[in-house]
């Protein structure tokens, strides 16, 4: 589960307009981290730094007594996040930034409202349900973000598109509620792509990650799941490739194989990626990726590769950067914004989920979403790269 409130939808159903973006807008077939042609913009472009977020971080570091750990807490703030709760005013603020600087801002988004969200895990944070007009609300919603976009035409955005989806589509379709969850999680976000893509945003599908879709007998069926929502969005021009270990724990490249990633020979990050791009080309898919590094800076934590909820002993991972090593990466980001709890571990919680009770999950631990200041802590003492 990936733990982040997606945007309210309101009420009333907004058409979205096909507003054309601007013909300096990297498609595709170009990086958006890097490879974004500036016009009258003098400046190599910025990330846009979640103002929400570092105003936990920066409360979170007071908490810290020892000054060194609190001076490497501080810099967590500086890490552009890819969720953005405030979208307009988020955007109204990149906009200013740009013209009175000169250098174009990067604004990443996180799409995350699916109707039956999380259909394969024990407990939804989801707010939309598919028997209670959920596509229709889906839809809405993606209008309204659409609309809000259209009011910056100068704003270059990237967005995640629904953590924790589309790998259920190629392995849990045992599980009842994700059987019956297909056919709306494709159309919903086909739609989602449709849109984005008339609006100019740059788009990255969540692919799981080495321990979900990695397993050889699931490759192949991801790469033909992945073509087909591509396909059936008219191969729109913005799509630009997948983000895999959101929310997760998975080096990029691991010196040895951790003991619970036994019988994968892709047990990383990167022998994931090397396994599935070629899948991808082949099936016609852009093969670009970005990689979730920010809670992976410590390996060998976990009693099962499936543990997910505020793993015991994590660290920061490599900090957000493009210098990734590989043609295949776009970038190394950070999507999950770290110290924000997974779940809680309060038994009575009507969202509480087992997977927060077991034993290398942290405890206790406060509700979905919320700030989780020991956990942060660990973060930033287990940092790995230091923090500075």
Sequence with gaps: MFG?????????????LALARPATRAAAAVNPYTGITHGALATPAQLFLSPVYSAEVTAAAANIADPTQQANALSVAQIPLSSVPLLSQYLGNASAMQQSSGQEVL????????????CAAAASNGEFSISDNGQANYFNYINQ??????????????A?????SLANMVTNLSVEKCANAASTYKACITYAVQQLNSVGVSMYLDAGHAGWLGWPANLAPAAQLFSELYLNASSPE??????????????????????ITQGNANYDEWLYIQALSPLLTQNGFPAHFIVDQGRAGVQNIRQQWGDWCNVKGAGFGIQPTTDTGSELIDSIVWVKP???????????????DSHCGLADADQPA???????????????????????
Aim: proline share 10%; hydrophobic share 45%.
């Design 145 to 158: 973000i659409v609309t809000i976009i259209q009011q910056f035409p100068d704003v270059h955005i990237i």
């Design 160 to 164: 995640v598109i629904e953590p924790d």
């Design 107 to 118: 604004v990443q988004i996180v799409i995350y409202d699916l109707p039956d969200r999380d």
């Design 238 to 259: 913005f799509l630009r490739g997948l983000a895999t270990n959101v929310a997760n724990y998975n080096a990029l490249n691991a010196s040895t194989p951790d003991p």
């Design 338 to 352: 770290p110290g924000e709890c997974d779940g809680t571990s309060n038994t009575s919680s009507p969202r509480y």
């Design 4 to 16: 982040l409130a997606g945007f309210l939808a309101i009420a009333s159903l907004i058409p979205a």
């Design 366 to 388: 406060p509700e979905a979403g919320t700030w989780f200041q020991e956990y942060f802590a660990t973060l930033v003492a287990n940092a790995n790269p230091a923090l500075s």
